[in-house]
């Protein structure tokens, strides 16, 4: 089973930096995906870890430590369309994708 | 490209009543996936399809029945709803399990059962 923990509201200025922080306990550890999702909207891919490290996209950048079950999305350069929520999720096996409940960030201006 | 279609968008059903919420994907995906949203408890896996004919059970399936007779075609039956299936479902697709590959997913079925 998944145990998946991620802070539930973050509140950052536009053009600031944001850290969303992910800790997870699993049997069998296969992945960490990021995703944003829009109120009243689907949830769409931002990034994926699988090995422990740094994966950089643009403003969006996550990271990953197998060792101490844990990950954080950061987001830069702050804009008013980055305002959502980000959902933590793990993959056990090769196809169930365990989902966080989600960090609702609001960028004020 | 329509990607993941769901249907209805959204639906008010009395309690008792069966239901079926309707999943097409046009990307030949081989998994597809089927999950609940409730506030404060993130997205929750129902059922899954590794591949045509073939479906297994997530977290939360009680109450819940699909099939998987093709590739493009998931259907999510609720046999005889109950207000505790008052969720956003979201049904999700990917190209295969495991590596990189991730899901893709529709806009979401809102339902209400009163």
């Known amino acids: 089973g998944q145990n998946i923990d991620q802070p539930t509201e973050m509140t950052a200025t536009e053009g600031a930096i944001v850290q969303i922080n992910c800790t997870y306990q699993?049997?069998?550890?296969?992945?960490l995906f990021w995703y944003q999702q829009h109120a009243g909207e689907a949830p769409t891919f931002l990034s994926y870890?699988?090995?422990?490290g740094l994966e950089e996209k643009g403003r969006f950048s996550s990271f990953l430590s197998r060792s101490k079950g844990y990950s954080y999305l950061l987001l830069k350069e702050l804009q008013m369309k980055d305002s959502a929520s980000y959902l933590c999720a793990v993959r056990e096996g090769d196809y169930k994708l365990s989902f966080g409940a989600g960090t609702t960030v609001t960028v004020r201006a | 490209i329509a990607g993941i279609t769901q249907a209805p968008t959204s639906q008010i059903l009395a309690a008792g009543r069966r239901m079926t919420l309707r999943c097409t994907q046009d990307m030949r995906h081989n998994a597809m996936y089927w999950y609940r949203q409730d506030l404060g408890l993130g997205l929750r896996l129902i059922h899954y399809?590794?591949?045509?004919?073939?479906?297994g059970k997530g977290e939360v399936p009680d109450g819940y029945s699909v099939s998987r007779a093709n590739t493009d075609d998931f259907p999510l039956t609720l046999a005889s709803a109950v207000p505790s299936q008052t969720s956003v479902y979201f049904c999700?697709?990917?190209?295969?399990?495991?590596?990189?590959?991730?899901?893709?997913f529709g806009p979401g079925t809102r339902l209400l059962v009163l």
């Open positions: 870890n699988v090995l422990d």
């Open positions: 399809s590794n591949t045509a004919g073939t479906t």
């Open positions: 999700a697709s990917s190209e295969e399990g495991g590596g990189q590959e991730t899901q893709y």
């Open positions: 699993t049997s069998g550890f296969n992945g």
